[in-house]
């Protein structure tokens, strides 16, 4: 198929061309694609080198499949272009997850819900991601009632800039900054932008996408988005109050069971998810799962995965892969 990257210059693009090249995506022409200050520059897969193009260079070369990963406002200029054209656009920005005619896709959880005619499918926020796929077996077979979510996420959930915001600070340097403080021996209870209520933009969309992707307006959520000087890898502390009583054996079991789900939960041997041992994996791993007695049918969870690979550029790779396994492009 020819397929293009809208952005693969950049950090979660590059991860895209990894998690292809890793996946044996069938790509027969791979189109580069990224702005106009980088046209011209080379990236690699599979070996060879290809020339970073322009968008509009990009429709004329008749993609099949664009994966975007450019930033809102370009996807929201030329992801429409590119459908226009014939092209399924997999789109990892904010710009599509609250419009109503637009899919937001985890396969696993909702891959369902995709209909042939869908030209554009929204990515959604790395955090909602590991999220829904912990909690989705436990709502389907208990009903989650409320959620309270607190996340602590990396710095590069904020791009390059997060990175070298921390690694400059751990050297003693000055540079732009990600953040409105320090990141490095800090805690920042802040992602995204402070919206009227005080709570903010990374929160309101943990709360919307996370109802969207279970068809569900009944959960109560309540979140809390924290940036912690970690490189890779979002964690999550998640406590949820069920519909219904459960045994914990049966619950575990439906964990285990969920495909692209890892239950890493022995605490007699110090044995649960984090960052350290979660880095450049495609699985969601949780562990730390107990009861929570403070409620009837209360339960706690600790939740870790890579935020540049499940939470990004290996979920737009795996509806790109259910597309063509059930031939809907």
Same mark, same amino acid.
């Given at each position: 198929?020819k397929v293009? =990257?809208?952005?693969?210059?950049?950090?979660?693009? &590059?991860?895209?061309?990894?998690?292809l090249?890793?996946?044996?995506?069938p790509v027969k022409?791979?189109?580069? =694609?990224?702005?106009?200050?980088?046209?011209?520059?080379?990236?690699s897969?599979?070996?060879?080198e290809?020339?970073?193009?322009?968008?509009? &260079?990009a429709?004329?070369?008749?993609?099949?499949i664009?994966?975007?990963?450019?930033g809102?406002?370009t996807?929201?200029k030329?992801a429409?272009?590119f459908a226009?054209?014939?092209?399924?656009v997999?789109?990892?920005?904010?710009?599509?997850?609250? /419009?109503?005619?637009?899919?937001l896709?985890v396969p696993?959880?909702?891959?369902k819900?995709?209909r042939?005619?869908d030209?554009?499918?929204?990515?959604?926020n790395?955090?909602?991601? +590991?999220?829904?796929?912990?909690i989705f077996p436990?709502?389907?077979?208990?009903?989650?009632?409320r959620?309270?979510?607190s996340?602590?996420?990396?710095v590069?959930?904020?791009?390059?800039?997060g990175? +070298?915001?921390? /690694?400059d600070e751990?050297?003693?340097?000055n540079?732009?900054l990600?953040y409105?403080?320090?990141?490095d021996k800090?805690?920042l209870p802040?992602?995204?932008?402070f919206? &009227?209520?005080n709570?903010?933009?990374?929160?309101?969309?943990?709360?919307?996408?996370?109802?969207?992707?279970?068809?569900?307006q $009944?959960?109560?959520?309540?979140?809390t988005?924290?940036?912690?000087?970690v +490189?890779d890898?979002h964690?999550?502390?998640?406590n949820?109050e069920l519909?219904?009583a459960?045994?914990m054996? +049966?619950l575990?079991s439906?964990l285990?069971k969920?495909?692209?789900?890892?239950v890493?939960?022995?605490?007699e041997n110090?044995?649960?998810?984090?960052?350290?041992n979660c880095?450049?994996?495609?699985?969601?791993?949780?562990g730390?799962i107990?009861?929570?007695?403070s409620?009837?049918?209360? @339960? /706690?969870l600790?939740i870790?995965a890579? $935020?540049?690979?499940?939470?990004a550029?290996? /979920?737009?790779?795996?509806i790109?892969q259910?597309?063509l396994?059930?031939? @809907?492009i």
């Amino acid at each position: 198929m020819k397929v293009a =990257v809208v952005g693969a210059t950049g950090l979660v693009g &590059q991860v895209m061309l990894k998690v292809l090249e890793e996946r044996n995506f069938p790509v027969k022409e791979l189109i580069p =694609v990224a702005s106009e200050r980088s046209i011209g520059k080379k990236v690699s897969f599979k070996g060879s080198e290809y020339s970073v193009i322009t968008a509009q &260079q990009a429709i004329y070369k008749q993609p099949d499949i664009a994966l975007f990963s450019a930033g809102a406002s370009t996807s929201l200029k030329w992801a429409p272009k590119f459908a226009e054209a014939g092209c399924k656009v997999i789109d990892n920005s904010s710009a599509w997850r609250t /419009n109503k005619n637009i899919q937001l896709i985890v396969p696993e959880v909702n891959g369902k819900a995709i209909r042939k005619e869908d030209m554009i499918i929204a990515n959604p926020n790395c955090s909602t991601i +590991q999220l829904v796929m912990a909690i989705f077996p436990i709502h389907r077979d208990y009903s989650i009632k409320r959620l309270i979510i607190s996340t602590y996420q990396s710095v590069s959930g904020s791009g390059i800039n997060g990175i +070298q915001q921390l /690694n400059d600070e751990r050297c003693g340097k000055n540079s732009k900054l990600a953040y409105p403080h320090c990141i490095d021996k800090n805690v920042l209870p802040h992602g995204g932008d402070f919206l &009227q209520d005080n709570y903010t933009s990374e929160e309101e969309k943990l709360k919307f996408e996370t109802r969207k992707i279970l068809n569900t307006q $009944n959960i109560g959520i309540s979140a809390t988005v924290v940036r912690v000087p970690v +490189q890779d890898c979002h964690s999550e502390s998640v406590n949820l109050e069920l519909s219904k009583a459960f045994k914990m054996e +049966q619950l575990i079991s439906s964990l285990n069971k969920m495909p692209g789900l890892i239950v890493k939960d022995e605490p007699e041997n110090n044995i649960y998810p984090m960052p350290a041992n979660c880095a450049d994996k495609d699985d969601v791993f949780v562990g730390r799962i107990r009861r929570d007695d403070s409620i009837e049918s209360g @339960l /706690n969870l600790w939740i870790v995965a890579d $935020n540049l690979r499940k939470g990004a550029a290996t /979920n737009a790779v795996q509806i790109a892969q259910y597309l063509l396994e059930h031939k @809907l492009i």
